[in-house]
């Protein structure tokens, strides 16, 4: 019986060293910003639990755009990248000879910081960088003012461009990493059968890699909808994105504005849990 | 057939190319003496940017030691707790297992960015903020679950076949682990490690926020350079960061290819 008990105890015990520091920081530190957010926030006077700083938030403009340029950001940049990502992959695998040098170089902006990947679009895409360069001594433009402004610009086309720049390379090592354990003589089956390559693409390798092009959609998805950084260096005044918004909020002089910053990052977090749970559902449906 | 294999080529190296090619931008820019518009290579090549780095008046020697405390520290402790977390999760079946996984996988989804601003007055108040620990810690939230997540996949992989025959042949659970458990994950160790370590040293806001000024990284200046435009400097800087990433994983698989306890494995 006392053997038994012990048994069962064991994983728990495993588990509690990492549990201990998730639910410690994580989930305490979201706890703590939950209810600050509803307005409980005793150190500064305020003991009232309301909803009053989430109406405030959904109530202003600034807040509403820069929910929707956060959006927009994150949505354009996850679906470039996974297309794109998974082009990569399928061709790096199909390439007759495997390229070492190729398969390792590509690899290579997963690991540069994201303040690097924004210095390196800065230097480039700025109306002085590279490419206007490049430009004007094609003759396309005749000035530093003509090459349009592609960042600190409202269409966030910098912001998006450094997240392509690192998560490119992100999906296609993921996606080429199961598409090379997929079994060929499968292809080869529909190759007999008089499948032609297109088809083997769309009905062979891409429904088997789906799990994973899912996930790592998502997993990119939630980090530009939750990253500070790239956005804080290559972003616009006007609108800003979420995080940076909330940033600003909390470092505001006005200890007042705290619960509305709380506020805009329970929002984040929201959406993303609300992520979480489609995850699961989409990745379930997939084995099915 | 042959135009098929054309295009594929053209494809892959037009987008490798385009990954590749701002380094070398980067690398022309940290040596750039002077670069104006619209010239398309520098008009002056110095050193002087480099030279600033390596002068000790710059800091960069100590920030750069911070970074790797601290990067360091966090990826032994990530490792440390996630190979038995992850054991207990690819293993064994529990009460609760799922939503375990869920709490811990979570914050790769929900940005660290909440939590970190909620706990951040109590840092303060237990005067963890302004201190190298407490930046440990909170690097923490972003790297374990990376850790959690590749560990879980190897020991889903691994089973635990081998390890139950070593018991039975009467191999203490010590010996089990350093003979069997151990080789037989290195890989896992070895890619968690390097995302773990990355994840650390490339962080700003959690560094700024509960550093608090006062736990100066490399990133901490870093950043400034990058925000104000100063393309030479802050080029010298990537590279160096980048060069250091590379370094450690270049020590880190040496480090797991010579180690007697992983030869016993091979």
Redesign the interface.
């Known amino acids: 019986m006392n053997t038994k008990i012990k048994k ?1 105890l ?6 509690l ?3 201990s ?3 410690l ?10 209810t ?1 957010s509803l307005g409980y926030f005793p ?1 500064i006077g305020l003991n009232n639990i309301s909803l009053e700083y989430f109406r405030g938030i959904f109530n202003d403009e600034q807040f509403i755009s820069s929910l929707g340029y956060t959006l927009y950001i994150s949505v354009v940049s996850s679906t470039l990248s996974v297309i ?1 990502g998974v ?2 992959a399928y ?2 695998l ?3 000879k495997e ?1 070492k040098f ?1 398969s390792t ?2 690899k ?2 997963i ?6 990947g ?7 895409f ?1 109306q ?1 960088g ?1 490419l ?3 430009f ?2 094609f003759g396309f433009i005749e000035d ?1 003012s003509s090459f349009p402004r592609m960042v600190f610009d409202p269409w966030g086309i910098g912001i998006i461009l450094v997240y392509l ?1 690192k998560q ?2 992100f999906v296609a090592l993921m996606v080429y990493t199961i598409l090379r354990g997929i079994n060929s003589s499968w292809e080869g089956a529909a190759l007999n059968l008089g499948a032609n ?1 297109r088809q083997i693409f769309w009905n062979i390798y891409l429904p088997l890699s789906m799990p994973t092009i899912l996930s790592s959609f ?2 990119i998805f ?2 530009s ?5 790239i956005p804080f ?1 290559l972003g616009p005044t006007n609108p800003r994105t979420l ?1 940076v918004l ?1 940033y600003h909020r ?1 470092t505001s002089l006005n200890i007042q504005q705290r619960p509305y ?2 506020a805009i ?2 929002t ?2 929201v959406i ?2 609300f ?2 749970i489609l ?1 699961k559902k989409v990745v379930d449906l997939s084995r099915i | 057939m042959d135009l098929i294999n054309t295009i594929r080529y053209t494809i892959v190296y037009t987008i490798v190319a385009l990954l590749i090619l701002p380094l070398i931008i980067l690398l022309m820019w940290s040596f750039s003496g002077s670069w104006p518009w619209p010239h398309l290579l520098p008009i002056e090549f110095t050193l002087d940017s480099w030279a600033y780095f390596f002068n000790p008046i710059s800091g960069t020697g100590r920030a750069l030691l911070t970074s790797l405390i601290i990067a360091i520290a966090v990826t032994v402790i990530s490792i440390g707790v996630s190979i038995p977390a992850s054991k207990a999760l690819a293993l064994y079946s529990f009460w609760g297992k799922d939503m375990i996984k869920l709490l811990l996988l979570a914050p790769i989804i929900v940005p660290p960015l909440a939590a970190t601003m909620g706990i951040h007055m109590n840092f303060i108040k237990y005067g963890l903020s302004g201190q190298i620990i407490g930046v440990i810690l909170v690097h923490l939230i972003p790297s374990l679950p990376y850790s959690i997540m590749i560990l879980n996949h190897t020991f889903e992989g691994v089973g635990n076949k081998i390890e139950e025959q070593a018991a039975v042949l009467g191999a203490n659970w010590w010996q089990t682990f350093v003979y069997i458990t151990l080789p037989l994950i290195k890989r896992g160790i070895f890619s968690a490690s390097i995302m773990v370590f990355i994840i650390s040293f490339s962080q700003y806001f959690l560094t700024f926020l509960i550093g608090g000024g006062r736990v100066v990284t490399f990133t901490m200046l870093l950043f400034p350079l990058v925000e104000r435009g100063n393309r030479s400097l802050a080029a010298v800087y990537s590279i160096v960061f980048i060069i250091s990433i590379l370094i450690f994983i270049v020590i880190l698989e040496s480090i797991l290819k010579k180690d007697k306890i992983f030869k016993a494995g091979i």
């Open positions: 069962k064991i994983p728990y015990i495993l588990l060293p990492s549990l520091i998730i639910v920081l994580f989930l305490g530190g979201l706890i703590i910003a939950l600050q150190l794109i082009l990569l061709q790096l199909k390439l007759p390229n190729i170089i590509y290579l902006p690991i540069v910081p994201h303040a690097v924004s210095l390196i679009i800065f230097i480039i700025t002085s590279s206007s360069r490049i004007y001594s530093i720049w490119i390379p390559k998502i997993i939630a980090f909808f939750g990253a500070f950084e260096l995080p909330a909390y910053a709380m990052l329970i984040i977090a993303s849990t992520l979480i995850y």
